[in-house]
């Protein structure tokens, strides 16, 4: 089945700073892969998510890569604030039928 | 996006016993899951439950631990037998939609002692 890595586990930054989240996966079916924002007792939200049709994705602050040849995909979050202090998850699929796979997640610290 | 109701939010039970939760969709939905959470880890997808027919497991997972009932397009349990502590985790159904987008109950989590 299919098998995502996360890295790194922990990520501190200060405001205002960048912050990059890499995931790798080991199916080349999979060909959608979403990531996730969740706060502490909180259900992981929908963030930003990309096909495997399309290199790159950026919605405001944040920004998706995905590399297919590698097997790889990124989070790109410009411009930190405080309240993007989450544990954040990558997942992939790799099919349709809407079953992920997550990464082991990076809890984003971001330090005022 | 759809409505995810899951209840019991939070349980306490004792070891041996089983707990059912329950997770309600405010659309009719065709793809229903269930994932684990154990406490500071990431989410392990348990199984798929299928309207109609029986659930599809993961490995690792298996029906007589975790039966699971999908009587019709909104709604699904999940049974957790016979529980241990190592059963303590957080318990999560996701519906998908047509965009493959996936959305989460808030979660159950259950503590075994």
């Known amino acids: 089945g299919e098998n995502v890595e996360q890295h790194p586990s922990t990520l501190s930054v200060q405001e205002g700073d960048s912050a990059v989240i890499k995931c790798t996966y080991s199916?080349?079916?999979?060909?959608?892969f979403p990531w996730y924002k969740q706060e502490l007792g909180k259900r992981p939200q929908l963030i930003i998510d990309?096909?495997?049709?399309?290199g790159e994705k950026k919605d405001q602050r944040i920004a998706v890569t995905l590399n297919k040849t590698a097997k790889h995909f990124s989070l790109h979050i410009t411009e930190t604030q405080p309240e993007d202090s989450a544990v954040y998850f990558c997942?992939?699929?790799?099919?349709?039928?809407?079953?992920?796979?997550f990464g082991t997640g990076t809890s984003l610290t971001v330090i005022p | 996006s759809a409505v995810i109701s899951q209840k019991p939010s939070r349980d306490i039970c004792q070891r041996g016993t089983s707990l059912t939760i329950q997770c309600q969709v405010d659309?009719?939905?065709?793809?229903m899951f269930w994932y684990r959470q154990q406490p500071g880890q990431s989410l392990t997808l348990i199984a798929t439950?299928?309207?109609?027919?029986?659930?599809?497991?993961e490995s690792g997972f298996v029906i007589d631990k975790f039966p699971i009932s999908r009587p019709n397009l909104t709604f699904s349990t999940l049974t957790v037998s016979n529980m241990s502590p190592e059963d303590s985790s957080i318990y999560l159904c996701?519906?998908?939609?047509?965009?493959?987008?996936?959305?989460f109950g808030q979660g159950t989590r259950l503590t075994v002692v």
């Open positions: 659309s009719q939905v065709t793809m």
């Open positions: 996701s519906v998908g939609d047509r965009e493959d987008k996936a959305f």
């Open positions: 439950a299928n309207q109609g027919s029986e659930a599809t497991y």
């Open positions: 199916d080349s079916a999979s060909n959608y």
């Open positions: 990309i096909r495997s049709n399309v």
């Open positions: 997942a992939a699929t790799p099919n349709t039928g809407n079953q992920f796979y």
